[in-house]
């Protein structure tokens, strides 16, 4: 459409510092640019268009009514989210009238005696929360974050904290198992204080509330403080509109088509309306509330089950109550459309070798780490360094720091928070590595602190990768270990990937952590010595000045190379 040449737009990439070939796609950004050069400005008309034809109603002061509080209980597991859901809706007083609830919903509604509603999202687990933030839908008003007494601050507890953090919801501490004898809720709320998070009666903005989810202490408490909270937050909407929301949860059901659990967040949906959820629209057919009643409509911040489009939308997928059904259908078109094309765009998020790019581009303002380590001290001391290294251009933002593995969660918080992963000493998980992949999230492996900070450093002056960089040659499985006197002790391995070589260095990585790095000593095939031995393929090995070798252990080789810089 421009006139130009192919050559001309592979030179004018290159001048960004891209190379491209003929067939590539580009991402929006560049194409901006590039269209730049020759003096034509892009619009951009899908997008565009679907967005135009949604239209954002704009709800008048006076026409907004206030709206039950919508909350998500997280915590670590067996810390007792299940337990206070569950005692949650024994007390609930609409389930005392009408039976209780029978079905799940994704969402219930409870009643309390005052006469306040409280809405819970009851997908205990915080990788519901991320996913859907990940979908960029913010739907809870207010975190509790669960807590044992007889426990302490644990892994999924400061993770937690970081997501409800990260999304800006408020957070209510609940310090549950107060019937244990063991139990120390001061202990806990000594440790939330050194995390930096004052609880109350510590002299804290944190509300918190001591209770057993087991015989209901304190439960009444913890629903006073929630209500407490949202008041702060004047929680309102307008219940005279056509609604919009999300969707939950959305499944093939035999005998009745489509479900999809649904939560109501602005407006009235009524049978009949049409409407339209992500990729898929359809008119209401049937709505049913958690007591498998049928309703005619549902209101603000009120979970139902729906009946009526014409297939499973994704969780996390915004709806709207369209005028026209062909205009519904229309939109739910383009938008697979759209999905399609974007599933194949290259880049979705940021990585470090993409930071230069953003920056020639403009607007690049802030860098998000996730840390991953194998000591609390490489952790602290590499947070420290890292986000000295902002300037006034660039922020640098540590979204979440901890020790251990890099595991599925890490990868989900990446994705919603568009950061990248810096792994030190520790390695992701099988099941994190392929949804890093999927995600396209980049994970960053060091063993040295210095060259963490040197290339995020350079990556944020806008110079390319480094000259040197460790290529993971292969990964060998210890099967079995002999102790044998004078030599050591000795590892039968098996090589899971790659190609293991005599002078191949490596690194023992015992639960997704370094443990050791260093040479071999040998590298034997049966009974020989071997130079080299390849992917399934077993082979028996001992490691230079190491014995402490063991069944399960990983034997990482790595080599490094020189990379040509790419300017
Ligand atoms: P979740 O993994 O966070 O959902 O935890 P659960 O609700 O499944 O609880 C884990 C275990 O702790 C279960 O055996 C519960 O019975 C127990 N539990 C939960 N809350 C309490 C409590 O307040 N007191 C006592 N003694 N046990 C509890």
């Not at 005028?323 to 940021?350: N, P, S, Y």
């Amino acid at each position: 459409m421009m006139n130009v040449s192919v050559t001309d737009i592979i030179k004018a990439c290159m001048s960004l510092g891209l190379f491209v070939s003929i067939n590539q796609r580009l991402d929006a950004e560049t194409i901006n640019i590039v269209a730049e050069e020759f003096g034509f400005t892009v619009e951009y008309i899908g997008a565009k268009e679907i967005e135009e034809a949604i239209q954002i109603i704009e709800d008048k002061e006076e026409d907004l009514k206030s709206r039950n509080p919508i909350v998500t209980i997280m915590g670590h597991v067996d810390h007792g989210k299940t337990s206070l859901l569950d005692f949650i809706r024994k007390t609930n007083v609409i389930a005392g009238e009408a039976g209780g609830i029978t079905q799940h919903i994704g969402a219930y509604e409870v009643q309390l005696e005052g006469g306040d509603n409280i809405t819970f999202l009851d997908t205990p687990g915080h990788e519901a929360f991320t996913a859907m933030r990940a979908r960029g839908s913010k739907i809870t008003d207010i975190a509790i974050i669960v807590v044992a007494a007889d426990d302490a601050i644990m892994p999924q507890t400061k993770e937690a904290i970081t997501h409800a953090q990260a999304a800006d919801v408020p957070i209510i501490f609940a310090i549950n198992k107060i019937d244990k004898p063991n139990a120390n809720p001061e202990k806990i709320k000594e440790e939330l204080a050194t995390m930096n998070l004052l609880v109350e009666d510590w002299g804290g903005k944190f509300q918190s509330m001591d209770i057993s989810a087991k015989n209901g202490t304190g439960v009444d408490g913890l629903m006073e403080k929630i209500i407490l909270e949202a008041e702060m937050l004047e929680l309102k909407a307008n219940p005279d509109r056509l609604a919009i929301g999300t969707v939950l949860e959305a499944s093939l059901d035999k005998g009745k088509g489509y479900v999809s659990k649904i939560l109501v967040q602005n407006g009235t949906l009524n049978i009949g309306d049409v409407i339209l959820a992500g990729t898929t629209y359809g008119k209401v057919r049937a709505l049913y509330n958690e007591r498998n009643k049928s309703v005619q409509s549902a209101g603000p911040a009120t979970p139902v089950l729906l009946l009526g489009l014409n297939s499973a939308p994704a969780a996390g997928d915004a709806f709207n109550v369209m005028k026209d059904e062909k205009e519904a259908r229309t939109i739910a078109v383009k938008r697979e459309q759209l999905q399609r094309e974007q599933g194949v765009r290259t880049q979705k998020h940021i990585t470090l070798d993409e930071i230069g790019r953003r920056l020639a581009v403009g607007g690049f303002k802030e860098l998000n780490i996730i840390i991953k380590g194998d000591v609390d001290g490489s952790v602290e001391a590499l947070s420290d360094s890292l986000i000295k290294l902002s300037t006034e251009e660039i922020q640098v933002n540590i979204v979440q720091k901890s020790v251990g593995q890099v595991n599925e969660a890490d990868i989900m918080l990446a994705s919603a928070s568009d950061a990248i992963i810096v792994a030190f000493q520790v390695r992701p998980s099988v099941a994190a590595r392929q949804l890093a992949e999927k995600e396209e999230i980049d994970i960053r492996t060091y063993s040295i602190i210095y060259n963490v900070i040197d290339e995020i450093k350079a990556a944020m002056e806008g110079l390319l990768s480094p000259d040197v960089v460790e290529e993971i040659v292969c990964s060998v499985e210890v099967r079995d270990v002999f102790k044998i006197t004078k030599v050591g002790t000795v590892a039968g391995c098996y090589v899971l990937d790659g190609k293991i070589h005599r002078n191949t260095k490596i690194r023992i990585i015992r639960d997704g952590i370094v443990t050791y790095t260093g040479a071999l000593g040998s590298l034997k095939r049966f009974k020989d010595d071997a130079k080299e031995v390849a992917k399934g393929f077993e082979c028996g090995l001992n490691i230079d000045n190491f014995n402490d070798i063991k069944v399960g252990d990983i034997i990482e080789g790595y080599e490094e190379k020189e990379v040509k810089r790419t300017l």
